[in-house]
């Protein structure tokens, strides 16, 4: 199948009689016919049992999401953020470390910087520009991982996903990343050899604002019985013993985390919530399409304008990142722009104050036009210095292009920059 048959057919196959679009199962709990069963499924939980880490809407969900990427497995959280948390947990322990790029979003710099740190873990964050020699650098014999985001919320650098590959793999490490705003629709990062996938679903996915989730996908790939993850080749005495590379083969990272994490952590999507991530993953290869046009047609307005000092799209013919961008992303970029109004934070404000179809908002990636003051909200945490690093001036205004006509957006943007 083709990717947009399988945002349709993917996930659910229903029988003879069965409802044809997938149901939304509302029950946290299941029902067997002995206690043997049920004792079975604490040693291995390869059924439905409990509603803290399966179900099958859920789990319908799940499937398409694996097929979409071109993963073995998937596992859906209750955030993004979630899911990336879960994400580094299933490798790192405390006295461990992962590498990270600097450009990703906030709420994942703060995960990282101040919350894994007080667990023990330690994140060394690097220029993804940097040469491979200089990255090979941060490594040290306790590093774990590498991470990082296609498309980077806010500041719209595309990772060159080959690159980070070659140097985790020579480490011996997997490489996971964020594919949030591409979403598997603009670009597959399984085929350019990343490891693992994680998602905020709550963005693009759902693309209606009305479900928070996350997804954590396994291309099946990594080989865990190098030598440097002995928690998937040694036995797990919370499951009597299960050695999940020889229980699960290729499937070792998404099974564990779910029957290891997701057991602990609880923070699994309600039935309701994945039902919703459905119907908008059916219409995600339209709408991708239409946001990649809306976008650049805005981008290029924006360019145009001799009140925008800087306009970031890296379809834009002449972005230093066009040649990445034809590369990684060669259907568009999203509907995402960042632009800097000449005038900084002050005029950046009256700016999206003086918006009426936009809405100013925390959220980005959605149906309608939506913009945000990253300085001021998203990454208000960061210290300059790491504003910079993510590649955020202080003026800098996130603006997330929706499927509106293109020119009543225009319009918009035209009225308020009058006001500046
Ligand atoms: C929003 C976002 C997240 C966090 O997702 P939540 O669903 O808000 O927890 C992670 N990564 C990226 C790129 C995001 O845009």
Redesign the pocket.
């Known amino acids: 199948m083709k990717i947009e048959t399988q945002c349709l057919h993917e996930g659910y196959t229903p029988k003879n009689g069965e409802p044809r679009v997938v149901p939304i199962v509302q029950s946290t709990t299941y029902t067997f016919d002995s206690t043997e069963h049920i004792a079975k499924l604490f040693d291995m939980p390869m059924e439905y049992m409990y509603s803290r880490f399966a179900n099958p809407t859920v789990d319908a969900v799940e499937r398409k999401i694996a097929a979409l990427e071109g993963g073995v497995g998937a596992m859906c959280t209750s955030?993004?953020?979630?899911a990336?948390l879960l994400s580094i947990l299933n490798l790192c322990n405390a006295g461990d470390s992962f590498i990270s790029c600097s450009t990703?979003?906030g709420?994942?710099v703060n995960l990282f910087a101040v919350t894994l740190k007080k667990l023990g873990i330690e994140c060394i964050f690097i220029d993804s520009d940097s040469s491979e020699e200089e990255i090979q650098k941060a490594f040290k014999p306790n590093t774990k991982a590498v991470f990082g985001?296609t498309l980077a919320?806010p500041a719209l650098k595309v990772l060159d996903i080959e690159k980070m590959a070659k140097i985790a793999h020579k480490n011996n490490v997997p490489l996971i990343i964020?594919n949030?705003?591409p979403t598997p629709i603009l670009c597959r990062p399984f085929e350019f050899g990343a490891d693992i996938i994680v998602h905020?679903?709550?963005?693009y996915m759902d693309g209606h604002a009305v479900q928070?989730?996350?997804v954590i996908v396994d291309s099946g790939n990594f080989d865990w019985t190098c030598g440097k993850f002995p928690e998937f080749t040694e036995p797990d005495e919370s499951y009597h013993g299960v050695v999940y590379t020889r229980e699960f083969g290729n499937m070792a990272y998404i099974i564990k985390a779910r029957m290891q994490l997701m057991r602990d952590f609880g923070c699994y999507p309600a039935a309701n919530s994945a039902f919703l991530l459905n119907l908008g993953l059916e219409t995600l290869p339209v709408r991708m399409k239409q946001y990649c046009i809306n976008a650049k047609e805005v981008a290029e307005y924006l360019e145009k304008s001799d009140k925008i000092e800087s306009v970031v799209y890296p379809a834009l013919q002449n972005s230093d990142q066009k040649a990445l961008a034809d590369k990684y992303l060669p259907d568009g970029c999203s509907g995402v722009i960042t632009f800097t109004i000449k005038g900084g934070r002050e005029t950046a404000v009256k700016f999206m104050d003086s918006l009426k179809l936009a809405s100013n908002v925390v959220h980005?990636?959605d149906i309608r036009t939506c913009v945000l003051h990253p300085a001021s909200a998203t990454h208000r945490q960061l210290t300059d210095e790491q504003l910079v690093a993510a590649g955020i001036n202080p003026g800098l205004i996130r603006f997330s292009v929706g499927l509106e006509n293109v020119e009543d957006i225009i319009e918009d943007i035209k009225q308020a920059l009058e006001k500046v």
Not at 79 to 82: H, K, L, P
């Open positions: 955030s993004g953020q979630a990336s990703i979003y709420g994942t985001e919320n964020d949030t705003f905020s679903t709550t963005k928070g989730g996350g980005v990636a």
